[in-house]
């Protein structure tokens, strides 16, 4: 390796702290799970640093070259997660967050106990493969940017109170307080007490019920890695309409038999053009017909308090504006806090290129990238779309 | 090497009494052994007959020259308090003994006891001082310390103090044979001591070391600096005699830390991230293998602080720097590695050599005590100036001591000519004993080049771009320029070998045509007069004659140097005039926009567009839109100016993108002059307003061309009151502008503002270079991958398909807001004052950066600002 081929790789590890036992490797290069797997003396050694230096009181966090970010971090002294990035424009900031999103994922699926308290490593190792698929969606390219954002990726659908007014009802009649509806792995629709759901398991199950393969109806034991890491929940999952799925978080009742087809038709049925409406939703998050000017390429808001946001990268998907969102951040201070900031990037000459604008207002972000409009109007679009984005978040 | 988060302390030896003058003395200059220096004292003149100048006592003997006077007030006011200039090193109190102090007696006692309390300050042992009067003189002393596997050992002739490599390890191989004896195992030291007994007599404990032979090969002879009757005083700080020297040699610790070949400063936090060296050699190795790009630094936390430490490897050997991320963020650390990397390359040739020879240790000691300074007290350096210059320096000092080039001061026309004339003939070395006539043979030195600061402000230069930047750094790391900010400077000679990268560099074209650099030496002359310091790069071998040995500096060109300073003596009354009223671009305050005292921005001031965007389209928002290039969010403005909407809407917009107008250029100089004139409120402006106001979109051009003439008499004055940003107000704060091609930048002077003064004002200049700093950061991403992209592109064209990449990143703004911050009025809400930070880079036609602070109270357009700040800025 070395020459060539590293470019846009990204390898995961996960060993236990203590013993250094690889637990697994997962890696994905230009977006997409990839098999080639780093060399085990190299694990070794990128392990046998950090501990080197905890032996010593010196924790080692983070390491650079001139493409690679290599980030470590440990979690309860049992678990050691290490990130190599060679993707274009990787910060520090997103790497740290993965390795969170990651662990909370390895809690979300096989509980905080187990993962702190190793007795047997060959079982730990297989039952970790249970969260492959979700963390290997975190590595590879995504359409969802809660793992960066730390928000929940939501989508605003055309009759929202209605399909508010639905689910609220079923969960009562399922004897739940949480439930929500997902579409894509982006919430539509969600109870009060779904939303009250703490980080990263907000954030993780929607991206769970995503990234599961299609199923009519599932029952699947979760731990909350921030409410509930220890004792065990279960999720249920109703496919609705392709791709359109309604989650319920409860306790050891009602078994899933109960939520028969009777019980959905009486909810569902009279909502279901609504419905209808929401599963193209995905990827462009924003209800059909709503006036975005013709310049903005992507935009994602983020409404800080709620911890929610809207992403969407709807002409084409090819010009994802990458992960600005740290560039936002790095530059705060006490006394002088920023409040917009822009970029302009690309090859230089007219009418090409790409402008980032970010602007934060009240609890709300917006960050809105466009390819036309001159450097000095970019804020002028910004506010006027975020203006016109207040209603929906 | 390796640095920690702790500033380098103070070496007092313990027994000193802390006032003690002489005691002062000596750490001001003990931190190179220096020889008494008469022999290079070589020129085209031997019959140069003149009075000696002052500063030849100061030349050491491997010619280098740093020789100091301040000026008489300086010294004044120095007197009472201990000297706070560091990097100053008194020349006239040498410690040289002559020939005949070489014997015992009583008139000898004195100087011993002088000679061990430097040794004691010299100590190799970091334990000790640690414990012992860490004072806060912390700026005088030079940082000695050395790795544990070179042990220094000193040896007394005439007071030397010489370093000795010493490897333990040398033990494991003769120990199989008989007992030989440490001072000449590891030393190579011969003393006989019976033979030495009979001659001297007995002596109360232990004899003295006198040095009889020196074995061949060993170390002492290798250092070349131990002669055969020299007496061995002290090993490291440790008096020895015959009785306690094999005791004392063989606690040299072990060889397990060989490959530490340099290590500074000592403290708790640095001895921690030496003993996990092996993380940042695992890393490198490691690092470099799986990913084929050099690592370029890590982080890691150590007790509780985030500690970065930047790479820089160089052939075999790697170089380490780490500072607490708190003080130094990471993109600041990375420029200063660079620095510091290519400043020891200019200093010594290249990093091995600057490491790997142990007589560079103290000097390396000093550099790296400067080094430290500079990152974690950057306030303290600039203790000469107001508390407002000050502080200036040091919020400025992050982003402008990275930047790759000079700060420059413009200046007229004819005042720049003046220096242009006095620099040509100085490096025409056609007069007198300089010119080959004079003397019929070959000048020593060929003059390549010179640069004239004047208050530490670039004036003149006729210096390559890369020589120049190289000098610039030296100077700035060795505190020269703020030297000469305030009449510091009664005397300044500096000389020294360097090696300038330029000169040095392979040519890469191997055709003859093309100029081939001789393989020649090069000699960095400094001299310095009051407020003027004149950087000369000489050349020895190719035209001139070829250098042997270490020369020193040359009289003859000295004076003429100095000569050169003298008769520019008279104009800087003028450029002090430039520096007051600075031709660059009028800044405001911020805090004027900040309270009721600038009534006419109170509308925009203290309601932010942004915290009131929920229903925002009624209220009249910052006149930004006065450009009407808002387009589709057209809130009216509150009451547009005539001026703005003239002067506003024909600027030219980037590219042609703009709503609703049709962009159009105007020639530059017409541009530039229309628009300093129309903030002069003039009666021509008058005119232009009228016209543009006409032809909204098409200003005629032959009416600029009219306006032209009449205002060429008035050329000056424009250039005085040149008006960066657009609108009836002056809403500039601050400005950086980085012309690389040159190696020079402009940013406001230290006298435009102290004008301002204010109290937010600072905060502003503070966070607006740090913003820089990040800004600046992202450009260098960009740069790296222009370079890339070029690379790529010769290797097999048009496969660059960077479509779906977000890079380059050209321009970065951030918006800002602040308000006082101490607001004691419970009742209303403190005032809020917004503005942006915008970076702008520029690829084409050459490589420029900009960095500008405003009010956002009219949006600004980059490439304006970064037009009329770089109109006209050449060397």
Known sequence: ?393 | MMASPISCSSRHSPDELPGDPSSQEDEDCDYEDRVSYSGSYSSASSDYDEVEPEWLDSVQKNGELFYLELSEDEEESLLPETPTVNHVRFSENEIIIEEDDYKEGKKYEPKLKRFTKILKTKSLLPKRYNKKNRNDNELVSILKHQSNQKTGVVVQQRYKDVNVYVNPKKLTVTKAKEQLKLLEVLVGIIHQSKWSWKKSGKQGSGERLVVHGLLPGGSAMKSGQILIGDVLLAVNDVDVTSENIERVLSCIPGPMQQEILYHCPVSDASQKLKSVRGIFLTLCDMLENVTGTQVTSSSLLLNGKQIHVAYWKESDKLLLIGLPAEEVPLPQLRNMIGDVAQTLKFMYGSLDSAFCQVENVPRLDHFFSLFFQRALQPAKLHSSASPSARQYDASSAVLLDGLPGVRWLTLPQEIKMELDTALSDLEAADFAELSEDYYDMRRLYTILGSSLFYKGYLICSHLPKDDLIDIAVYCRHYGLLPLAAKQRIGQLVIWREVFPRHHLQPSADSNTEVFQEPEGRYFLLIVGLKYYMLCVLLEAGGCASKAVGNPGPDCIYVDQVKTTLQQLEGIDCHINERLTSSPSPCLSCADWFLTGSHEKLDNLTTSPILSRLPGTSKVATSPTCRRILFGDYSLKTRKPSPSRSSGGSDNGCEGGEGVGLSPHTIPNALWKQRESQGSDGSEESGALLKVTKKKATLPNPFHLGNLKKDLSEKELEIYNTMKLTSGPENTLFHYVALETVQGIFITPTHEEVAQLSGSIHPQLIKNFHQCCLSIRAVFQQTLVEEKKKALNRGDHSGSTNSISSLNPVKEYGVLFECSPEKWTDQRKAPPVMAYWVVGRLFLHPKLQELYVCFHDSVTEIAIEMAFKLFFGLTL
């Open chain 1, 1 to 393: 390796m070395g020459e060539e081929g590293t470019k846009g790789t990204v390898h995961l590890l996960c060993l236990a702290a203590s013993s250094g036992v690889p637990l697994f490797c997962r890696s994905s290069r230009g977006g997409a799970p990839a098999r080639q797997q780093l060399p085990f003396s190299v694990i070794g050694s990128l392990n046998g640093v950090h501990m080197f230096g905890q032996n010593l009181e010196v924790q080692l966090s983070s390491a650079r070259t001139e493409d690679t970010t290599v980030v470590w971090k440990s979690f309860h002294d049992s678990i050691t997660l290490i990130v190599l990035s060679s993707e274009e424009g990787t910060s520090e900031l997103r790497l740290e967050r993965l390795l969170q999103m990651v662990f909370g994922a390895m809690v979300l699926l096989v509980g905080l106990e187990e993962l702190t308290n190793i007795r047997n490593v060959e079982r730990l190792k297989k039952e970790l493969r249970a969260s492959y698929r979700l963390i290997d969606s975190f590595l590879g390219d995504s359409e969802l940017i809660g793992d960066l954002t730390q928000c929940v990726d939501c989508v605003v659908p055309p009759e929202g109170t209605l399909l508010q007014e639905a689910l609220s009802g079923f969960a009562e009649a399922a004897a739940t307080a949480f439930g929500s509806l997902v579409v894509s792995g982006r919430v539509v629709a969600a109870t009060e007490s779904w939303w009250r759901l703490g980080t990263p398991e907000a954030v993780l199950l929607p991206w769970l019920v995503g990234s599961l393969p299609p199923q009519a109806a599932r029952d699947y034991p979760v731990y909350l890695p921030h409410g509930s890491p220890t004792v065990p929940h279960r999720l249920l999952t109703l496919t609705l309409l392709p791709g359109l799925e309604l989650c319920l978080l409860c306790g050891p009742r009602p078994p899933l038999s109960q939520l028969d087809p009777q019980l959905l038709d009486r909810w569902w049925q009279p909502v279901l053009d609504p419905l209808r409406a929401c599963v193209p939703l995905g990827p462009r998050a924003l209800p059909a017909g709503f006036p975005l000017h013709m310049d903005i390429l992507g935009l994602l808001l983020l409404h800080l308090e709620l911890k929610r946001c809207l992403f969407t990268v709807e002409p084409s998907a090819d010009q994802e504006p990458g992960s600005p969102e740290e560039k936002v951040e790095d530059a705060a201070q006490r006394s002088q806090v920023p409040r917009a900031c822009y970029l302009v990037s690309g090859p230089e000459g007219p009418g090409t290129g790409w402008r980032l604008v970010a602007l934060q207002s009240g609890p709300r972000r917006l960050l809105l990238l466009s390819a036309q409009s001159p450097t000095h109007a970019l804020r002028g679009l910004a506010t006027h779309t975020l203006h016109a984005l207040t209603p929906l978040l």
